[in-house]
């Protein structure tokens, strides 16, 4: 078989990466088989951290679409991953995760590649191939465009337990996921920013203050965008409440955005999102 760079590096970022595996499905097998060469943090997927998430690809299928659309708004992040390994299932990717470009998962001849038997392919056009052998391709890195996060497939069984017992594979097991991780999802230096201040914003606050620099400043506007472009429900009650903590905070100010929210999207890569639903607000007045 041969990758779409060199033979997978060993040494290729181990050591400082954040990856992270889903709280809601933190007693699969295949996670228990990922302690044996990375730690990783287990994550709700109501919070999900930026860095690298491993996902067993059957885990897909049990996801409600708006745990999927969660997942999705993550991988619009710049430099967040999201890696999908077996188990699999005949699967179609792209309509999940709405590519511009079809990826489908495939059964094919059950083969060997480095010992190790795999039995899925990948039917895509993506150009981003990193695995594959003369007739199937076995491993892709998907991006939507150039400001967002990568979805990375690989159908090569690397966290099957079997393999985990055998001791003359471990090694080359340890090579391919090294060789997935991509290097701009490492773990970075502690830095002073926006970011760390002490009143944590959570997924919803992000949204809000994306809508309100987007110039979505009215309760009632507000409630309905959030429904409209992230497909968020909350009760108005709770909607004032947050905006009065975000005031509270200086990120905003009778009603104007404050610079620091600014700062905030650009640190978070949100700046392309947010010329995107002005674009779309001026398209759609008609649901204001």
């Not at 159908?155 to 001791?167: A, F, I, N, V």
């Not at 994306?210 to 979505?216: K, T």
Request: hydrophobic residues 40%; proline residues 2%.
């Amino acid at each position: 078989m041969r990758t779409g760079t060199d033979e997978p590096d060993s040494n290729k970022g181990c050591t400082h990466m954040k990856l992270f595996i889903l709280d809601e499905f933190n007693s699969r097998t295949e996670y228990n088989v990922l302690t044996l060469y990375f730690s990783a943090e287990s994550v709700s997927i109501n919070h999900m951290k930026d860095g690298v998430f491993i996902i067993p690809g059957v885990i897909l299928n049990k996801l409600t679409e708006n745990q999927l659309n969660k997942i999705f708004d993550w991988l619009t992040l710049k430099n967040n991953q999201m890696i999908i390994l077996p188990a699999l299932n005949k699967l179609d990717i792209g309509n999940l995760f709405r590519s511009t470009v079809p990826i489908k998962i495939v059964s094919i001849q059950l083969k060997t590649i480095d010992h190790i038997p795999v039995q899925y392919g990948i039917e895509t056009n993506v150009r981003n191939v990193i695995f594959k052998d003369a007739e199937k391709i076995l491993g892709i890195h998907y991006r939507w465009h150039t400001g967002s996060g990568t979805l990375t497939i690989c159908t090569l069984p690397l966290l099957d337990y079997k393999l985990g017992s055998d001791e003359s594979i471990v090694h080359k097991v340890q090579k391919y996921l090294n060789a997935l991780i991509l290097e701009q999802a490492q773990d970075k230096e502690e830095t002073t920013s926006v970011i760390n201040d002490c009143f944590k914003l959570d997924e919803i606050d992000q949204k809000i203050l994306l809508l309100n620099a987007a110039g979505i400043i009215d309760f009632t506007r507000l409630k309905e965008a959030l429904t409209i472009y992230f497909s968020i429900n909350i009760e108005m009650k709770k909607l004032k409440n947050r905006c009065l903590q975000l005031e509270k905070h200086q990120f905003v100010s009778d009603k104007h955005i404050r610079s620091k929210t600014i700062a905030f999207l650009k640190e978070k890569k949100l700046v392309s999102f947010l010329d995107v639903i002005k674009e779309q607000e001026e398209k759609n007045n008609d649901w204001r």
